[in-house]
C-alpha cells in the first residue's frame, strides 16, 4: 500500500475546466462570478488562465478537448442574490453550470406527519454500522414525515472511539445512556465528563464536542430534530477549549448535564408513577422536555397529551401498551414507542422494575410543550 503522507505536501488543488476560448469564458468567471484572474499563458495567444476566489481555484483550459467532463460549479454565499443578479444558476459560455446557494441556508423542520408507533428489540429491527463505527437501530422508522429521529446506538468492544472534534446542525438533540459509560467533552463545558447509564445531555445546536472513550457495550439512546440534519467535523477547535462558561447558550439552548445519581423524583402525568425530570425543558425555554419515570403501583390510568411528539423509550421492566383502536403490545427493555397527541393510552401490567424514558417535544421551536 503507498504511503499516504506524501498527500500532505500537496501545495494546492486545482479544478480542470475545459474552456472554448478564454476571451469569451474569462469575463463571465472574473466579472460576472467575482473570480481573480493568478496566471495566464501563453502570452502571444493564452490557452490557460488560472482564477482563483471563493474558496476553489479553476484552471480554465482551451487545450483540453472533449477529455476533461465538464464539472459543476457550486457557489455557496451569504447572500445568492447579490452576487448574480439574484440568478441561482447560470451556464458559462463554456457551457459549465453554476449554481448559487446559500451557505448557511435556514435549518428547516418538517411538519410532523403523526403515527403510532411501536419498535420492539424482539422483533430483530437491524443493526448498521454509522459513524466512528458506532452501530444504530432506527426507533422510528417513518421518521414522522422527517422531523424527527431517534436510534437507538451501541459499541460493542470499548476503548478509544475514533470520533472528531464535531458539531450537528440541529433544533434539539438529546444523548440518553442506558448502559455502561462514556466520556465526552464539550465546548465551554471544562473538562471532559463520564456519561453514565441514567444519565443524559442535550447538544445544543452546533456545540463543538467530541466522544473519547467508551465501556464495553455502551449503550446510548439519541434523540434528533429534524431527521436529517449535518454533521461538521471541525478541523481547527480542540477540546477542552479553556475556561468553562456553563450559561453560554447556543442558538437559545444551555448544554445541560442531568445525572441520576442525587436526582430529586416527584409525581408523573400519569398515576402510579414517580419522575425525575431532567432539567432539560429549562435548558430549551419549555420546547422539549425528558423525564424519566418508574412504576409505584395502582390502577391502570388512561391518558393523552396535546405536545407534538411523545416518545418513550423502555429502559428496565415490562409493560402492555393499549391504545385505543390498536392491538395491545407487551413491551420490555429496549423496545420504544411513539403516541400522537390526543389518542387515548394507558400503561398495563407493569412490572415492580419497569422504568420508562420520555422526549415530549413541542410544535415548533417558538412555543412550549404541554403533556
Not at 411523545?310 to 429502559?315: E, G, I, K, S, W
Not at 403516541?339 to 393510552?345: K, Q, S, T, Y
Amino acid at each position: 500500500m503507498a504511503d499516504p503522507s506524501p498527500l500532505l505536501e500537496v501545495a494546492q488543488a486545482e479544478v480542470l475546466v475545459p474552456s472554448v476560448g478564454l476571451r469569451d469564458d474569462m469575463p463571465f468567471f472574473t466579472k460576472r462570478l467575482g473570480f481573480r484572474l493568478d496566471q495566464i499563458f501563453p502570452a502571444d495567444d493564452p490557452a490557460v488562465a488560472l482564477l482563483s476566489g471563493h474558496g476553489v481555484r479553476l484552471r480554465l483550459d482551451a487545450t483540453l478537448g472533449g477529455d476533461i467532463a465538464m464539472p459543476v460549479l457550486r457557489l455557496l454565499v451569504d447572500d445568492p442574490g447579490a452576487l448574480a443578479d439574484g440568478a441561482t444558476e447560470l451556464i458559462a459560455p463554456n457551457g459549465m453550470r453554476i449554481e448559487l446557494a446559500e451557505r448557511n441556508p435556514p435549518l428547516v423542520t418538517p411538519t410532523t406527519q403523526h403515527s403510532y408507533i411501536v419498535r420492539r428489540l424482539a422483533d430483530q429491527a437491524p443493526w448498521v454500522i454509522g459513524r466512528a463505527g458506532m452501530h444504530y437501530r432506527d426507533l422510528i422508522p417513518d421518521r414522522l414525515g422527517g422531523s424527527i429521529i431517534a436510534s437507538h446506538i451501541r459499541i460493542p468492544d470499548g476503548g478509544p472511539v475514533p470520533d472528531m472534534v464535531h458539531y450537528h446542525t440541529v433544533g434539539f438533540q438529546l444523548i440518553f445512556c442506558i448502559a455502561g459509560w462514556v466520556d465526552l467533552v464539550y465546548e465551554d463545558q471544562g473538562e471532559p465528563f463520564r456519561l453514565h447509564a441514567g444519565d443524559c445531555v442535550i447538544q445544543p445546536p452546533e456545540i463543538r464536542h467530541r466522544v473519547l472513550y467508551a465501556s464495553d457495550n455502551i449503550e446510548v439512546v439519541e434523540i434528533g430534530v429534524p431527521a436529517e440534519h449535518i454533521t461538521t467535523i471541525d478541523h481547527e477547535m480542540t477540546l477542552p477549549n479553556g475556561p468553562a462558561n456553563p450559561e453560554r447558550r447556543f442558538q437559545g439552548q444551555k448544554f445541560v448535564h442531568h445525572r441520576e445519581q442525587g436526582a430529586s423524583w416527584g409525581a408523573w402525568r400519569i398515576p402510579g408513577f414517580t419522575a425525575r425530570d431532567t432539567g432539560i425543558a429549562e435548558g430549551t425555554n419549555g420546547v422539549a422536555g425528558v423525564q424519566v419515570a418508574k412504576w409505584q403501583g395502582g390502577d391502570a390510568v388512561t391518558a393523552t397529551h396535546d405536545c407534538d411528539i411523545l416518545f418513550n423509550f423502555v429502559m428496565t421492566g415490562a409493560m402492555r401498551l393499549c391504545v385505543d383502536g390498536e392491538p395491545d403490545f407487551q413491551l420490555t427493555a429496549g423496545d420504544a414507542f411513539v403516541i400522537p397527541p390526543g389518542r387515548a393510552a394507558s400503561f398495563r401490567d407493569c412490572s415492580d422494575d419497569l422504568e420508562l424514558m420520555e422526549v415530549a417535544l413541542a410544535a415548533d421551536f417558538s412555543t412550549s410543550l404541554s403533556v
